[in-house]
């Protein structure tokens, strides 16, 4: 049986596919994107191929939720300690190609664990859109190219 390469890949209980694996775990993480301005505690869990986080608890007025995203549809993701931005410490990211932006918000004394791990997936994974990009030679102030 040949699998499809773009079908979505089986996902067990902890909606990591099968084929995944976890590699770092981080409880207690709020949060907060477009479509959830107030933020919501949870599990991110860092796998060879995604960031996966899901909602700890649930209730009638918040029902479980979870959030994934490739590595390879991380368009950046920076640590923030500017906490005049309105945010504790935490990991900015833009995801996908609308630019979605999303905060994780973990203890922190696991900020810089986390923004490791985050680095650590996204150079082991490369990054889908800089294999379609032209190399263009820096310019120096001297004229010449690097």
Sequence with gaps: MVRD????EPRSQNGVGEQDQVLRSFVNVRLVDEAHTDSLIGTLQITQKTVLWQSSSSSQSQP???WTVNFTDINLHAMSTDESSGYPPSIYAQTGEEFKEVRMIPEESQLRELYDALCE???RNG???SSDMEHVP???TDGQGQ
């Design 5 to 8: 390469p773009n079908a979505e």
């Design 64 to 66: 479980p939720s979870e």
């Design 121 to 123: 997936g996204v150079a």
């Design 127 to 129: 990054d889908a859109a």
């Design 138 to 140: 820096l310019e120096t």
